[in-house]
């Protein structure tokens, strides 16, 4: 989102100031008991981006998005938002909105009262309460639904209550925390369409927290990957798909997952178990090779073979799990092909496909290059 | 300087400001009514303001030996002269020797105000016993036990429920004109019991060959006599004026001195009860004091306590004045306060009350034989008077009980986790003691410090107001049930098995049948489901004393609606109180009543809770509704119910109202749980505060064992 | 699951004869106080055979020699001591179990355990000590003594319970809050409170029930007939000689009405508050 954009409609002049400010995160740890959690993290995100974090469950992820609430006291470290060091404000003071994975609606309110509750709270006037609550109902079409109390409300209402909770308070940032895994699937297409609408719409900073990797891919501006605490790699979505820092962010991003596969460079080539591939990019010794399952296509010859163990077929093209002397390998073939389980199969790369890593995965040496 | 100013204003302002006298009493009805009138007339007389307070007879005493060491009682109060001893030693009272005119009473009445040769008090009016005959059934009434056994004979009809005679013959007080009129004396010359004497035995004897031969109905109570007597079915009454008033207008009757016993040649003398106006020992106003206590035991004040009053007054004038003397009631009365003698005011006395209703019950039950029931009087009557434990000293257990604190401190200590900054372990600190403060305080000041000061008292042993350090003595004695056998009543150990046998029913009749109703309930779509579940929580609803007092009075035997249903299903009439099962039975059912809606509203939310797809998926698999109750209901039960459970387990334990109300412990004492046996050593049985306090500390001691092992088999999410 | 007409006629009838049970006493003490009876007397018939209103005239126009109408006053002093009760019991015990649920200092587990092992002493002891204590305070004789101690008595049983349902309101709702910019206090009262609202009936009947039933301490406590509470008046018709059986029976009646009447207002809120704090203990 650049700035001068055309502002939506009821969004205040102060939307324009709100657009220089930034957030950046310096150092952050955090541990419950002796269990740490979050071990040094350094982020920053800039104005209007639409940043995704993803990683396993327990990787801080959902912490880190606390933190920057303020509902998470950190054990040392920074929030700064604007330049301002904000660590030790409490969240009433942020202007961060922040929509639950459980939706934490009010089962006591209406869904009225629902959007107004934290407009009240700030003492607003009641025309100006009435005007932003219908303003944010007509936006996610709650319209007809705000008398009711959130117990009679479907998955995907109280999912938009949720977030209109937030729109109303029209803050500078919107924290989201796996807002969309309670939903069923089709409905959960048709919200990341409407948050992608929302974030271009209102024009502000978002924080999204997700396990999972279709919404960090279809959402982000950016995604930060997580494990263990640690950030593994940030970066534009296709950046980290074509040029993963590590085997963690190569295989947690894509699916199928990338095949890993152990190997040795021998002058040109990579020579593994009962494989051999020409060598690229000038990493020496011990490697890890990576190659998406989308970059392999069974066929009549390849330097891999094995028996297929199992097959995915998805219509026009499926996938091979096909077993090799080197290990499990997954590879696409074309749906007319007649691959079937028990068959023996070779495998192809299709062309300069090769990523390669440090034997231990930490470390990447070289990609193939990004075809876009 | 500033002290003495301080004194000056106050002198300066009392004696500006006089305040009313306070007077307490536990009068009701006409007796209230003739009080009032006479402050009236003292006030008119004298100017001095009067402040009349009744209380409720049962917490009367308590209240007075509170309130006036503190100085917040009254300035003269009324109360029966039996009490004045230990009024005496708990220094409440003030002494009247050189006030009292002697002359001006009866002087049985002023003789029963005498503690070591100094009078208490003024004396009031007087309560005794007498026969009521009723003249148109006898017409002679008996001067002799040979004539009163053939009037008996003549008037007694058994088949036609009429008797000869009907007095409440299980009450001490109204068995003592026979140990009396047999020869018996209660006391020795150096005042020490002789409940164990051949003279005990023939009353003993003669009361229970009255009621075996059918000429007074089996457990009598005062209810009963007043409906016999009004029906004309008893034909003479053993009572005392405050029977006057129950007697209904259409019955004849005749107040006689109780006859001659024609064995000895001595007269049935029955106790003579005086109350008394008795002067607080703490009074501001002693001169006014006085004067009104006086004033309300002589002239104006007595022919009042006459009429509205309906008392027999102590004052020998009174019956010079024609209103008296054309009272027959009370010239009857008077002439039998002549043949009466006073009840002994001494502790011995007061502690002669409990072993010999137990005696006197036993004999009219039949479970003991008239010549053995003296001894078993005299070996309770041992049981009941503890000797005071030798001083201990103090030393050593301070230090244990220092060395007990530093040791938990120090475990505490190293028990916490690893040492990390107080503000990252409990980041929320200051709030969340600053939520539980106003609590914390509430609970500190009156919950636990009074807890602390009971658990300390059970350390002490407690006489009339001094306490003195001994020891372990008082749970050494406790637990080994010293001065009586471990299988008797009085013994901590029966108590104990009776307790948890009283628990145990309770609670598993609470949760059978609260649950059992709320499977009954449960289906949401049961008509009048509603209606029932309001009419089930009515119990509930019911302060537990008024439930107590209702089912007391429905275990009745013979006006008890239980015993009508019995016999409406041809069974014959139950004396529920005068045998330990059936006793036991009365209370357990009357604690269930009381007890079932609290378990059945808990069960009824907890089976809620419990998924209908699981019983779905159960009926699939085949299972009867007895494994889905087995292997789904219950376990999934559990729990919601087990704190409940425990909780109420706690409750019943120490339920103390239904014991102490519905049976009393009757018989004997072999009903009585830890807590209403703890109640009567510190209530009853003068005042051994420490001895109950230890009970208490026993109880407490017992209940958290239980609390923990259930803890403990419960596993970790009970926890 | 579908029920054989059997089967529901069987549960009908099981259901009727409990309540049978149930009101079968009740009806007894209505009959006495409308019998013109001053004494027990009992048949199986729990109806009255003649019915009269003297025994509930006696007891609600009662004066004393002042001429202050005793049972109005007393009546009052019962309304403000058990309500006064239920307002600070109920205040200190939602604030306490709100602690105790959601935060962590020390002391906690503790404080916890003292509660609980505070239930097990026997009361009837605490009398003498407890006295002594209100004298300290200057709370003798006054209607403020009596509301301290019972509300602090019924304490440890208001806390336990709503601490055990405040643990099953979701903490995300509360953060919810604090992100809508809540102050703590406004969590507290408009979002936590709000929601523990079965639970706050059920220990607001337990605080009003204590306060409304009690007589020996008020009895003892207080040193005028006009500020008894309306038990105290009811004991007074138990005498040593003689108990005046129809009068106690109405009194009975008039002192159980008002908690029956809460009881069933409040029962629907009975099982769901109940449980839920028994669930998690």
């Known amino acids: ?372 | 300087m500033k002290q003495w100013a301080w004194l000056t204003i106050l002198l300066s302002v009392s004696a500006l400001a006089e305040k009313p006298l306070k007077l307490w009493h536990a009068y009701r009805g006409g007796e209230e009514r003739a009080i009032e009138l006479a402050v009236k007339k003292f006030t008119a007389e004298t100017g001095t303001q009067v402040e009349l307070l009744s209380v409720p007879y049962d917490a009367f005493s308590s209240k007075l030996t509170s309130a006036i060491p503190h100085d917040a009682g009254p300035d003269v109060f009324i109360f029966a002269h039996e009490r004045l001893r230990q009024f005496h030693r708990l220094k409440v009272v003030a002494t009247t020797t050189t006030r009292v005119d002697r002359t001006k009473y009866f002087p049985s009445t002023v003789d029963a105000l005498e503690v070591d040769g100094e009078l208490y008090g003024y004396p009031l009016s007087l309560k005794t016993l007498a026969l009521f005959v009723n003249t148109s059934l006898v017409t002679n009434a008996p001067t002799t036990t040979d004539e009163l056994l053939a009037e008996l004979a003549r008037t007694t009809d058994a088949t036609q429920y009429r008797y000869g005679l009907a007095y409440a013959a299980g009450d001490f007080y109204l068995h003592a004109p026979f140990v009396f009129g047999f020869g018996a004396k209660l006391f020795d010359e150096s005042g020490r019991a002789t409940l164990n004497t051949p003279g005990m035995a023939k009353s003993f004897g003669f009361v229970k060959s009255l009621q075996d031969r059918g000429f007074m109905p089996k457990e009598v109570s005062g209810a009963l006599v007043k409906s016999l007597f009004n029906e004309g079915r008893a034909a003479m009454v053993i009572s005392g004026p405050w029977f006057t008033g129950e007697i209904e207008k259409s019955v004849a009757y005749r107040i006689v001195p109780l006859p001659i016993v024609s064995e000895t040649g001595l007269p049935l003398t029955p106790w003579l009860g005086v109350e008394a106006a008795l002067v607080s020992s703490r009074t501001e106003q002693p001169e006014q004091a006085h004067a009104l206590a006086k004033y309300l035991s002589l002239g104006e004040a007595t022919a009042l306590r006459v009429d509205p009053g309906g008392q027999i007054p102590a004052e020998i004038a009174a019956y010079e004045r024609p209103e008296v003397q054309q009272d027959p009631i009370i010239s009857a009365f008077r002439d039998v306060a002549t043949r009466a003698a006073p009840t002994p005011n001494t502790l011995e006395m007061a502690r002669v009350w409990e072993p010999m209703k137990l005696a006197l019950r036993g004999v009219l039950q039949g479970d003991v034989l008239p010549d053995q029931a003296g001894a078993l009087a005299e070996r309770r009557f041992r049981a009941l008077n503890r000797e005071r434990p030798a001083d201990a000293n103090p030393l050593p257990f301070v230090l244990v009980a220092l060395l007990a604190v530093a040791g938990l401190a120090v475990w505490q200590w190293r028990r916490r986790g690893p040492a990390q900054a107080f503000a990252k372990r409990y980041p929320e600190a200051s709030r969340g003691l600053a939520y539980v403060a106003p609590a914390a305080i509430g609970i500190g000041v009156l919950v636990v410090i009074p807890f602390a000061v009971g658990i300390s008292l059970a350390f002490f042993h407690h006489d009339a107001g001094d306490y003195s350090f001994v020891g372990l003595a008082n749970f050494v004695d406790i637990l080994t049930s010293k001065g009586y056998r471990i299988t008797e009543p009085l013994s901590f150990w029966f108590t104990l098995a009776v307790t948890v046998a009283w628990t145990f029913i309770n609670v598993v009749l609470h949760v059978s049948i609260g649950l059992f109703l709320a499977i009954l309930l449960k289906d949401p779509l049961l008509k009048l489901r509603g209606f029932y579940r309001v009419v089930l929580i009515i119990p509930w609803a019911v302060p537990n004393y008024i439930t107590a007092l209702m089912w007391k009075g429905m275990f009745h035997q013979q006006f008890g609606a239980i015993n009508g249903l019995l016999a409406a299903f041809g069974i014959e009439p139950v004396s529920w109180f005068t045998h330990f099962s059936t006793s036991f039975a009365a209370n357990v059912i009357t604690n269930t009543w009381l007890g079932f809606p609290f378990m059945m509203v808990v069960s009824l939310g907890a089976l809620q809770s419990i998924p209908q797809d699981l019983y779905e998926a159960a009926e699939v698999d085949g299972a009867s509704k007895w494994v889905q109750f087995r292997r789904i209901t219950l376990p999934l039960l559990k729990p919601a119910l087990l704190p409940s459970v425990i909780l109420g387990s706690v409750w019943t334990f120490n339920m103390f109202n239904i014991i102490y109300l519905v049976s009393g412990g009757e018989p004997g004492g072999a009903t009585d749980i830890l807590v209403s046996e703890a109640y009567r050593w510190a209530f009853q049985r003068n005042e051994q505060y420490g001895f109950a306090a230890a009970y208490s500390v026993l109880i407490f001691f017992v209940l958290l064992a239980w609390t923990r092992i259930t803890r403990r088999l419960s596993g970790p999410e009970a926890a | 699951m579908k029920r054989s007409g059997l089967t529901v006629a069987l549960i009908h009838m099981g259901l009727v004869l409990a309540c049978a049970a149930s009101l079968y006493p009740v009806l007894w003490v209505v009959k006495m106080a409308l019998s013109p009876a001053q004494s027990l007397s009992l048949s199986i018939n729990p109806f009255p055979e003649t019915v009269t209103f003297d025994h509930f005239r006696d007891v609600i126009f009662s004066y004393d020699s002042q001429g202050r109408w005793l049972f109005g006053r007393q009546l009052l002093a019962s309304i403000v001591v058990s309500g006064a009760t239920t307002l600070v019991g109920l205040s200190l015990a939602v604030t306490a179990a709100y602690a105790l649920s959601r935060f962590r200092f020390p002391g906690k587990d503790a404080g916890m355990q003292t509660l609980l092992v505070t239930q097990m002493f026997p009361a009837t002891l605490m009398l003498v000590p407890l006295y002594r204590l209100l004298q300290t305070l200057g709370l003798l004789d006054s209607w403020g003594g009596l509301v301290l101690v019972y509300s602090t008595s019924s304490l440890p049983f208001c806390v336990w319970m709503l601490k055990g349902y405040f643990d099953t309101i979701p903490r995300e709702l509360e953060e919810a809050a604090v992100m809508d910019g809540a102050t703590p206090w406004q969590v507290f009262t408009r979002v936590v409170l709000p929601l523990a609202r079965p639970a706050l009936a059920v220990t607001a009947l337990f605080s009003f029930m204590t306060a409304w039933n009690e007589f020996i301490l008020a009895a003892t406590l207080i040193n005028d007939a006009a500020r008894f509470t309306l038990p105290v008046a009811l004991q007074q018709y138990v005498g040593e000689w003689k108990t005046e059986w129809g009068h106690f029976a109405a009194g009975a009646l008039i002192v159980s009405a008002p908690v029956m009447a809460l009881f069933f207002a409040l029962q629907k809120f009975l099982v769901g508050g109940l449980t839920a704090g028994a669930v998690k203990g």
């Open chain 1, 1 to 372: 989102m650049k700035e001068g954009a055309k502002e939506p409609p009821g969004v205040t002049a102060s939307s324009t100031l709100r657009a220089v400010s930034g957030l950046r995160l310096v150092g952050i740890r955090k541990s419950y008991g002796d269990n740490p959690v979050v071990k040094g993290v350094d982020l920053e995100v800039a104005s209007g981006e639409f940043l995704v974090m993803v990683g396993p469950s327990g990787c801080g992820k959902t912490t880190l998005l606390r933190v920057i609430a303020g509902l998470e006291q950190v054990d040392s470290g920074q929030v700064l938002v604007d330049g301002k060091d904000m660590t030790s404000v409490p969240p009433r003071d942020r202007d961060v909105g922040m929509v639950f994975q459980s939706y934490a609606l009010y089962p006591h309110m209406t869904v009225r009262e629902n959007l107004a509750f934290g407009l009240e709270l700030r003492k607003l006037p009641r025309a100006d309460i009435e005007a932003r609550v219908a303003e944010a109902a007509r936006m996610l079409e709650l319209a007809p639904l705000l008398e009711r109390k959130p117990k009679a409300l479907s998955g995907g209402q109280r999912q938009r209550v949720a977030m209109g909770r937030v729109i109303v308070r029209r803050p500078q940032l919107f924290l989201f925390d796996e807002p969309l895994s309670n939903l069923d699937t089709a409905l959960r297409v048709q919200m990341r369409g409407e948050l992608a609408r929302l974030h271009r719409q209102l024009g502000v900073t978002m924080i999204y927290v997700t396990h999972d990797q279709v919404e960090a891919m279809t959402l982000a501006t950016r995604v930060a990957v997580f494990n263990k605490g640690i950030l593994q790699q940030l970066g534009a979505p296709l950046e980290l798909y074509h040029r993963p820092a590590n085997t963690f962010v190569a295989t947690f991003l894509g699916s199928p997952s990338m095949n890993l596969f152990d190997a040795r460079r021998d002058g040109a080539t990579f020579v593994g178990t009962g494989f051999s591939l020409s060598a690229t990019g000038d990493a020496t010794g011990d490697v890890k090779l990576g190659l998406r399952p989308q970059d392999l296509l069974v066929s009549s010859d390849g330097p891999f073979s094995g028996e297929v163990e199992a097959v995915e077929r998805l219509g026009f093209d499926g996938y091979a799990f096909v077993k090799t002397a080197a290990g499990p390998l997954t590879a696409r073939f074309d749906g007319t092909l007649p691959v079937d389980v028990g068959q023996n199969v070779k495998v192809k790369p299709s062309g300069d496909v090769l990523h390669v890593f440090s034997p231990d995965g930490a470390k990447a040496h070289h990609h193939p290059e990004a075809r876009r």
